[in-house]
């Protein structure tokens, strides 16, 4: 079963507006580790924060910003006054403890317009 | 940085071939990962390797074996290619460092791959 679900696939922002995308999770451990990572259309999975289960403290980084809410399962990713570069496809993914795997969601394809 | 390189960015092979795929990474990671993404459903984990020469099964192994006999490479065999293994490939790497699970993984490229 998907451990990880994006349930937005699509997104289209005009530039400068700000983007939200949605990540639902699931897991029976306490110990565990979301990641998002974003793909431009180079294909490159390029790696941009990892939360673990016991730091619920929110994440900004420059434009981005990172809501994680364990009482709804969610980790949730903001991109501040868009820009073209940033059209991409977003993965969120978790990792459990004593657990090699990460388990993606579909991911969410952003395109920002000019 | 870490820098993961697959061998190739597009391949083209015939039904039946025996194909393989290389990933090298240059970081002495420990971890190395193989997946392959199609449209819709994000990334499936093929197989992976914590050590030389160990391997584990992922969610979809079937038809697909790998090797791993250095540290900083990890190939991926299509030992009978068929079209619906027509996708993107995507190698990662990660430290063995810590927990388990708490390392990103660093990703390759990619390779797209088109079994005709």
């Known amino acids: 079963a998907q451990k990880v679900t994006q349930a937005q696939t699509e997104i289209s922002v005009v530039e400068k507006e700000d983007v939200t995308l949605d990540c639902v999770y699931e897991?029976?451990?306490?110990?565990?580790?979301l990641f998002w990572y974003k793909q431009p259309p180079s294909g490159e999975l390029v790696f941009l924060i990892r939360r673990n289960s016991f730091d619920e403290q929110n994440e900004i980084s420059g434009r981005y910003s990172w809501n994680f809410q364990k009482s709804t399962s969610s980790f949730n990713f903001t991109i501040t006054a868009s820009q073209v570069v940033d059209s991409a496809v977003y993965f969120c993914?978790?990792?459990?403890?004593?657990?090699?795997?990460?388990?993606f969601g579909a991911g969410t394809t952003v395109t920002v317009r000019a | 940085d870490v820098k993961v390189t697959q061998s190739s960015r597009y391949l083209v092979k015939r039904t039946g071939e025996k194909v393989f795929l290389e990933c090298v990474q240059d970081?002495?990671?420990?971890?190395m990962f193989w997946y392959r993404q199609d449209p819709g459903l994000g990334l499936r984990l093929i197989y992976f390797?914590?050590?030389?020469?160990?391997?584990e099964k992922g969610d979809i192994p079937e038809g697909y074996s790998v090797s791993r006999e250095k540290k900083e490479r990890f190939s991926l065999i299509l030992e009978s290619a068929s079209t619906n293994q027509t996708s993107m490939y995507l190698c990662?790497?990660?430290?063995?460092?810590?927990?388990?699970?708490?390392?990103?993984?660093?990703f390759g490229d990619g390779t797209r791959l088109s079994i005709l």
């Open positions: 390797s914590y050590d030389v020469k160990m391997k």
């Open positions: 970081m002495d990671h420990e971890n």
């Open positions: 897991t029976r451990d306490t110990t565990y580790y």
């Open positions: 993914a978790l990792s459990e403890a004593n657990d090699y795997k990460l388990s």
């Open positions: 990662a790497s990660s430290s063995g460092q810590g927990m388990l699970g708490n390392q990103p993984q660093h």
